[in-house]
């Protein structure tokens, strides 16, 4: 595996967003990877919003992505061995208005859904959104 060191500018400005630091935190706790289906679910956010968030997460050096058939599986790139305590950091913030801990519980519902491991059934919003109202 190759190492790429990126700028700490260009992580910390990755970081700058709630919604990229919603996608690090939920990875981080689970320990999963994910496809856009379950983000979408489980962040509430469409999909066009994540996609681009999940791109800028790349292209700062943070996230992998595997495609496997019409699915894409993002997850958290371990090294350089200083990401894992910036990414400790992430998990640690506080959830003043529990958006992360809800976040999480349809993270884990929705990770019910999946068949051999995996992602077979698309977006399913709605069923999330009615959860959570």
């Not at 990229?20 to 856009?36: A, F, G, N, P």
Request: with cysteine; hydrophobic share 40%.
């Amino acid at each position: 595996m190759q190492i790429v060191t990126i700028q700490a500018e260009v992580i910390f400005q990755a970081l700058a967003d709630e919604t990229r630091l919603r996608i690090i935190r939920l990875m981080k706790v689970t320990d999963e990877e994910s496809c856009l289906c379950e983000l979408v679910d489980s962040l509430l956010e469409p999909p066009y919003k994540l996609s681009r968030h999940l791109k800028i997460l790349r292209q700062a050096g943070l996230l992998l992505s595997q495609k496997e058939g019409r699915w894409v599986y993002h997850r958290l790139v371990t090294e350089p061995a200083y990401l894992e305590p910036l990414y400790a950091t992430v998990q640690a913030l506080p959830d003043t208005n529990e958006i992360y801990n809800n976040d999480l519980k349809r993270f884990r519902q929705r990770l019910c859904l999946r068949e051999g491991g995996r992602c077979r059934i698309g977006i399913q919003s709605e069923m999330f959104k009615t959860e959570a109202g």
